[in-house]
């Protein structure tokens, strides 16, 4: 099930990261509206994290963050499915 299918507490915008230096990124929506992306305090630390940021921001990829508070969404475009009772 896509992201965009699911009724969401907080809206979600499609975005773009543009590096601005020191572990620190903006983004830009599809209006050509910028903000800062907001990092979670558990991630400011992660080399990991921020080294597949930055490849994210190199090929130029379009990812989801949350309108209002400009963070990154974990499950990128993609969210669980529900389970069904009914055998495939």
């Known amino acids: 099930m896509l992201l965009d ?3 969401n507490a907080e809206p ?10 020191n572990h620190q990124f903006l983004v830009i929506d599809e209006n050509n509206q910028t903000y800062k992306l907001n990092i979670d305090k558990k991630y400011r630390t992660d080399k990991l994290f921020w080294s597949s940021l930055y490849s994210i921001a190199k090929e130029k990829l379009w990812i989801p963050v949350t309108k209002k508070s400009h963070q990154l969404i974990s499950n990128d475009w993609l969210v669980g499915v529900a389970k069904s009772t009914t055998p495939y």
């Open 12 to 21: 979600i915008i499609s975005a773009q990261l543009k590096n601005c230096g």
């Open 5 to 7: 299918d699911v009724k």
